[in-house]
């Protein structure tokens, strides 16, 4: 089945404690995205990346890095997480750009104490 | 101002009504222009995708852009309970620049 899949899917964590969040998919796609969405901002782009290690940043990059090392995989990464990170992301991907059919993960709930 | 704007809602309809669901933007580079549906606890799916101007029918959904007024729209015709879910619209300028969503619009369809 094709798919996106994110983990975990629910994280509490505390201030600064150095996390990761696992984005794969299996449709062969170049272009992957992170996005958080939060009550009244919607979704915004993290950051996204057109192919293997090409990244580029989106409208809210602050405290978040990335690495595309390989094609089916987009790691988030908070080095020092604070609680206004605290909300839902998604990864997606397309077959190799943005404004094709995006196809979105499950989510990931996020809350920083 | 945000690049795009859209009414959070919630909107909700009795069955059988027709529903339109709205976005503004201001740049007027955009020029593909998409529609996602999110239900609850899920990611958003695309539905419907429009290039530059003009209509776009797919079964019960209608798109539609107007890129001189720097307006879109997506109609639901005959809408049915399962319909109830977030609307969000997105647009980019295409080759490769990021994706720009609204905040979505809350439907919900009663019966």
């Known amino acids: 089945e094709a798919q996106v899949t994110q983990n975990p899917r629910y994280l509490i964590t505390v201030t600064g404690k150095k996390l990761t969040v696992t984005c794969s998919q299996n449709?062969?796609?170049?272009?992957m995205s992170w996005y958080r969405q939060d009550p009244g901002l919607g979704l915004r782009q993290i950051y996204y990346?057109?192919?293997?290690?090409?990244?580029d940043k989106g409208d809210v990059p602050e405290g978040y890095k990335v690495s595309r090392k390989e094609k089916r995989n987009f790691p988030l990464i908070l080095e020092s997480p604070s609680p206004n990170q605290t909300s839902l992301y998604f990864c997606?991907?397309?077959?190799?750009?943005?404004?094709?059919?995006?196809?979105f993960g499950p989510g990931t709930r996020l809350l920083v104490l | 101002q945000k690049e795009v704007e859209q009414d959070p809602g919630p909107l909700s309809v009795p069955e059988g009504a027709i529903v339109s669901l709205n976005c503004t933007y201001s740049?007027?580079?955009?020029?593909?222009f998409m529609w996602y549906r999110q239900y609850s606890r899920k990611g958003p799916e695309l539905l419907m995708y429009?290039?530059?101007?003009g209509n776009k029918e797919d079964g019960r959904f209608t798109a539609q852009v107007d890129k001189s007024s720097k307006y879109i729209s997506l109609f639901i015709r005959d809408s049915q309970p399962s319909d109830s879910a977030t609307y969000l619209c997105a647009m980019t300028r295409g080759g490769g620049n990021k994706l720009t969503f609204g905040t979505g619009t809350q439907l919900k369809v009663e019966l």
């Open positions: 990346s057109m192919n293997v290690e090409v990244t």
């Open positions: 997606a991907s397309s077959l190799s750009r943005g404004e094709e059919t995006q196809y």
């Open positions: 740049n007027s580079a955009f020029q593909y």
């Open positions: 449709m062969n796609h170049e272009y």
């Open positions: 429009t290039y530059s101007s």
